[in-house]
Nanobody, 124 residues
């Protein structure tokens, strides 16, 4: 089993920044990549960003490119999502997830473990 715990969400004004963290515990060796997803009220869950543990390759949704940065601290089994220039449409519950797949990791189906989520609210 892999356990994921997110933190760092909150309320911020448009244009502000937040940094989300996701600590991975348990069978951490089973995780090949980490992803961030979000779900706004009344909308489907969507991919935000992902990073591979071994080589650090990153992937982003078009809607967050240039504003969000995903990174990892392998020594601490922690993944981060730095969110800058936040917009009201970024408001959502953000989830981190762990994948054991080596292929495409932009789909939620690639992930077998999920955190409980952290609320991000951006006011206009």
């Amino acid at each position: 089993q892999v356990q994921l715990v997110e933190s760092g969400g909150g309320l911020v004004q448009a244009g502000g920044s937040l940094r989300l963290s996701c600590v991975v515990s348990g069978r951490t060796f089973a995780s090949v990549a980490m992803g961030w997803f979000r779900q706004a009220p009344g909308k489907e869950r969507e991919f935000v960003a992902a990073i591979r543990w071994r080589n650090g390759n990153t992937y982003y949704a078009d809607s967050v490119k240039g504003r969000f940065t995903v990174s990892r601290d392998s020594a601490k089994n922690t993944v981060f999502l730095q969110m800058n220039s936040l917009k009201p449409e970024d408001t959502a519950v953000y989830y981190c997830a762990a994948s054991q797949r080596t292929g495409a990791i932009q789909a939620g189906e690639a992930y077998g473990y999920w955190g409980q989520g952290t609320q991000v609210t951006v006011s206009s």
